[in-house]
């Protein structure tokens, strides 16, 4: 692994800093997805459907996800 800085609002940078570890590492997850080869010459949106994509065909669906995120609060 190697360490880059990204620049972000401040806010961000708290909230990241004050969240827990398994939510800065789904933070991670969604970087390293979105620089994957795959991904680097697509667009935000078309890279987003990607992922959403692959997630439903391993079985994540939309209403999981809303249970996840909801959980997380």
Known sequence: METITIEVDK????????????????VNT???LFF???????SLSEVMADIANKAEQRGLTPEILEDI???EE
């Open 11 to 26: 806010e961000v940078a708290k909230a990241y800093r004050e969240s827990d570890l398994n939510k800065q590492e789904k």
């Open 30 to 32: 969604i970087i390293k």
């Open 36 to 42: 994957q080869p795959e991904f680097a010459y697509k």
């Open 69 to 71: 995120l909801n959980d």
